[in-house]
């Protein structure tokens, strides 16, 4: 019977050792699981930050892809504005430089009209007839005593003279417009004449009658107006100032059809 003991403990060591063995492999192997699940785990975390970050990058990559188009119109649109901006500068410089253009035409004209009148009338009183030029126009200025006399509107021979002499520049230069102003001082008429207003206008239109008339300028250039004493180049308080007043104007004007239809463009 002791043998027999004797002969059954190595089985059960063995036994016992292998059951030993076993369980601390599988202890082993739940631990080496249990690590292998939370390094999963924190992968997946890792893993789902970074496509977080992607996603943010993809979105903040599209953001900046529309406003980077959005720019891009807004600087196409800029452009065209632009352009069209320095077109239309350019057309308004050529529209300004025609015009300088032409009234630098008209104040050659208007120069070359006042040398040609001014060799016409030569001779005649300064007091008594002057010849001056702005705004592009001519202004020929005749005194009352050289045209008329006194209370008057019949043009006495002196005036007639000149106005052919005048008469004969604008037959030559049919381009031209003439307006004939009469003007008084600011005494009251007596006399034939209701008034001054009466008076200026019938001088005005002797001066248009001698030069269509006499002298066969062409009607349609001429307009005859009165001013009466409203439009005085000086003082009417004294006699002097009173003389200077009373007087007719000749105004000539070169055409300016050119002019206007660019000012109307």
Known sequence: MKRRIIYFLPVLFAIGFASCVSKKQLLDAQMQARSLQNDSALMASKIAD???????LQADLNAATQQYAQLNNEANNKQGQLNNLQQNLQAQQKRLQDLQNLLDQQRNKAAELRNKMKAALVGFNDSDLTITQKNGKVYISLSEKFLFPSGSAVVNDSGKIALGKLANVL???????????GHTDSIPIRGKFEDNWALSTARAASVVRILVNTYKVDPTKVIASGHAWYDPV???????????????EIILSPNLDELYKLLEQ
Do not use: F, L
Request: glycine share 4%; aromatic share 0%; proline share 3%.
């Open 50 to 56: 970074q496509q977080a970050a992607i996603n943010k």
């Open 171 to 181: 037959t030559t230069n049919q381009d031209i417009s003439v307006d004939i102003e």
């Open 234 to 248: 000086d003082t009417n308080s004294t006699p002097e100032g009173r003389a200077r007043n009373r007087r007719t």
